[in-house]
């Protein structure tokens, strides 16, 4: 642009208050923030309106200079502006920049710069005017929303949750990263797209209802859909605004699958047919552990509704019977937070009583300490009514409900075992029916019954509620008085006074069933103290008692005189005779068969026989008790498992014997011994047979005493492979609570009660029992002293199916045994 002459230049006329065009354009301007300017090409002539020369903050008296066209832009932005007036005033090029110019105090200003040429009559360029436009607020403006945009992205981009925002026809305008990978589309992809057709494909969708009345009500909505596209559970939460909407997602799948898995397990515990029960870990002082759940079967068995329980304590099942040792000790356990089982006495809402197995134990929830005890109970209330009644007849006489040889044991073991300080002395009566067989064989057995039933209301009659009166079987009694004093005599003569009572109320004349009969009884009486007999000695020494009584005539009390010691020297002599007979290796095995239930040979059992040199064969019924109790039965024992474990090796070489057991039985002194295992591992190995094949019949005694020992060393044995059987069951110490722990094979019925199974309906009835009990526990069950088929058949039909007795064979040296078993088809 040429120079231009400074005086030539001017302001717009000063007078243009005076011009409504002049004064229009003015109030445009500053609507407009902006200022107009009008270069005179040919005359070199600037001028700017009074707007403009605000915006370059020029003073109102200095007038504009042609060379000031270009001297108010930034440096940066005069070549673009030099190059644009160019054009303009060549070929009349319109021009529109955003630029930057420095005002006169020097402050740079965002402006649009807007210019265009005018032509004459010739067509050349002889004016351009132009417009400078303030941009300050607006740039401020975008800076502004530059910021918030950037503040924006920074916040939707830290946002972790699923994020989108929709328009209000529910199309995609944002989505974050986290909507990208949980969609599996690109934002690309997804922008500009109807949420609830991605989703799930349906126009009708719970998605499409519930966004569009968040749209309709202005309303934030919370929601939880399937969504089978994705495979997922997603919550959302939707927040309305002007432009649409704002969603977040969350995928609350695994929360879902946990609920459902709980509801499940809720469901199943509801269903269980055990009693479930949780309280809180609270303190278990007064008033106790809070119910926090029980299941239907709590309900169901205790009569209480969920709603009674809730909040309430487990004491609320407590009542009279309740055994305080088991609550002492399931609170001891629950003191030391360990689980703990117990049998307890519960009561129901109606007051019933009944048995519950419980099993209790601590929740750590998610290792943040104990804080809940689960109890889970099984009414066992039949199995203890079952057990009652086998123990009621394994303690009981079935015929005259007095206590039986077993429980007599137990009591005068107790009063034996007070210690040497309890100085009291008691007595022990041995009582028998005189002539009692006569009266079976006249009158029969119903009589002889009925009789014995009245004979033991009189005996207990006779004595104090603490004293025992016991029947040993047959027409035999046993009456044990206690604490009688402390002087023999005084207790002598007292005694004396009993035993004639009993004499005196015996001999009363007895109505059965419309007989009168008329019986005596003959009593031997010994005297006892806590420290100084054993019970054999004491039985022995009542029973020879009452034999002097029935020699010196019946109907007689006569006192053990110690000049019957004569038969304690006769076991001493006993006692030298089998040391003598082990070491001159006197002692045979003779074995009777076991038969299975089609008559088929399965096994032997071994029976020890002493080959005396001047008594010639001896049963074991003549020195077994006195090995017992001199100790020599280890040894002898110890012989006979040997001995049975090399017959089986012998057995195993030969196809038709290799598959048989043989049964020995041990001794609870043999069992007792600290090596016992061993030594019968010890046998087994030397012998290199199977040990399943070898079978060890147990007594019940064993389960009298140290009951985990017992259990201890039979676990020992069952994990060896060794088969084991409760001998005799039924005559013993049938501890019925622990007889289901016990790793037990078989369990054997003793030939007392199959002698007379077929006529006796009590005989009859322990069989039964000792059947069904054995099926119940899963156990084999085999009888001895099957005599008869009738009694095999009876025993057959009940479910027993292994027998040994006479019926098929008696005990037999080894040799006659191989014979026989020549004649059978093994």
């Keep these: 642009m ?62 504009p200079a042609f060379g000031d066209a270009l001297s108010f832009y930034a440096p940066e932005s005069r070549a673009l502006m030099a190059a644009a007036l160019e054009a303009c005033r060549g070929s009349a090029t319109p021009f529109d920049e955003t630029v930057q110019i420095i005002t006169a105090r020097g402050r740079r200003v965002w402006v649009r710069s807007l210019g265009e040429g005018l032509r004459d009559a010739s067509g050349s360029v002889v004016r351009i005017q132009g417009v400078l436009q303030d941009l300050t607020a607006k740039k401020r403006a975008e800076q502004e929303s530059l910021r918030l945009t950037m503040r924006l992205s920074t916040t939707l981009a830290s946002i972790t949750d699923v994020f989108v925002t929709l328009d209000r026809e529910g199309r995609f305008t944002y989505v974050n990263r986290e909507s990208e990978r949980l969609l599996g589309r690109t934002s690309a992809e997804l922008l500009g797209q109807i949420i609830w057709r991605e989703l799930d494909g349906s ?218 300080e309890h100085t009291k002395i008691g007595a022990l009566m041995f009582i028998d029916l005189d002539h009692f067989k006569v009266l079976n064989d006249t009158l029969g057995h119903s009589k002889g019954d009925l009789l014995l039933q009245k004979v033991a209301s009189r005996l207990s009659a006779c004595v104090r509620a603490s004293d025992t009166v016991a029947r040993l079987g047959g027409d035999e009694f046993v009456v044990m008085l206690e604490d009688l004093g402390e002087n023999s005599e005084a207790v002598t003569a007292r005694t004396k006074v009993i035993g004639e009572q009993i004499l005196a109320a015996l001999i009363e004349p007895y109505d059965l069933a419309g007989h009168q009969h008329h019986s005596t009884c003959s009593i031997g009486i010994t005297l006892f103290s806590s420290h100084q007999q054993s019970i054999g000695d004491l039985l022995k020494q009542a029973d020879l008692a009452m034999y002097q009584a029935k020699a010196a005539g019946r109907n007689a009390v006569c006192f053990f005189d110690p000049e019957m010691q004569a038969a304690v020297t006769a076991n001493a002599a006993l006692n030298s005779e089998l040391r003598q007979g082990l070491r001159d290796h006197e002692f045979l095995l003779h074995y009777q068969p076991q038969v299975g239930r089609y008559g088929r040979m399965i096994g032997v059992e071994a029976l020890v026989r002493w080959q005396h040199p001047q008594r010639q064969l001896i049963f074991p019924d003549a020195f077994i008790s006195q090995a017992e109790e001199s100790g020599l039965i280890l040894p002898l024992g110890q012989w006979v498992l040997e001995t049975a474990c090399a017959q089986l090796a012998t057995w195993a070489k030969r196809p038709e014997t290799e598959n048989l057991s043989i049964a020995v ?64 069951f039924g005559m013993g110490y049938s501890a019925l609570s622990y007889l289901k722990h016990l790793p037990l094979d078989q369990l054997k019925i003793d030939r007392s009660f199959v002698k007379d199974v077929l006529t006796d309906p009590n005989d009859a009835a322990i069989a039964r029992t000792i059947i069904g009990l054995a099926q119940s526990l899963g156990l084999a069950v085999m009888a001895e002293g099957v005599e008869t088929e009738a009694q095999r058949e009876f025993l057959n039909r009940h479910g027993c199916e292994c027998y040994q007795g006479y019926l098929f064979c008696k005990a037999l040296p080894i040799d006659e045994l191989e014979v026989f078993m020549q004649g059978l088809a093994l």
């Design 665 to 728: 039985n041990v001794s609870v002194r043999q069992f007792r011994h600290p090596e016992f295992v061993d030594l019968v591992m010890t046998a087994i190995n030397q012998a290199g047979i199977d040990a399943q094949r070898l079978k060890l019949e147990l007594t019940e005694t064993l389960l009298a005493t140290d009951i985990d020992v017992t259990i201890a060393k039979m676990g020992m044995l069952k994990n060896a492979g060794v088969t084991l059987s409760i001998d005799d």
């Design 2 to 63: 040429p120079p231009a002459n400074p005086s030539a230049s001017q302001r717009l006329p000063g007078d243009d208050t005076l011009d409504p065009a002049a004064q229009l354009r003015g109030l445009l301007e500053r609507a407009a923030g902006a200022g107009s300017w009008t270069l005179e090409v040919n005359f070199r002539r600037l001028s700017w309106t009074e707007p403009l020369a605000e915006l370059l903050e020029m003073p109102r008296d200095v007038a």
């Design 203 to 420: 126009g009708g969708s719970r998605l499409r209802r519930e966004l569009l009345e968040a749209l309709r009500s202005g309303q934030n909505i919370e929601f939880e859909e399937f969504y089978s596209g994705l495979g997922k559970w997603l919550e959302l939460r939707v927040y309305p605004f002007e432009e649409g909407l704002a969603v977040y997602f969350r995928d609350v799948s695994d929360r879902r699958r946990a609920q459902e898995q709980m509801l499940l397990l809720q469901t199943s515990i509801s269903r269980l047919n055990d009693v479930v029960l949780i309280t809180e870990a609270g303190s278990i002082d007064a008033p106790g552990p809070r119910i926090v759940f029980v299941n239907d079967a709590f309900e169901r068995n205790t009569g209480y509704s969920r709603d009674e329980v809730l909040g309430q304590t487990p004491r609320m099942l407590q009542g009279p019977l309740t055994q305080r040792p088991e609550l002492d000790r399931i609170r001891a356990a629950l003191q030391q937070s360990q689980p703990v089982r117990a049998e307890l006495i519960n009561y129901k809402k109606n007051g019933e009583l009944f048995w519950l197995e419980l099993e209790i134990v601590p929740v750590d929830y998610f290792s943040r300490g104990l804080t809940h005890w689960i109890a889970v109970g099984r009414d066992v209330t039949e199995r203890k009514a079952a057990e009652d009644e086998i123990e009621y007849l394994a303690f009981y006489d079935a015929l005259t409900q007095l206590p039986n040889r077993q429980l007599l044991m137990d009591r005068l073991q107790r009063a034996l075992s007070q210690g040497v």
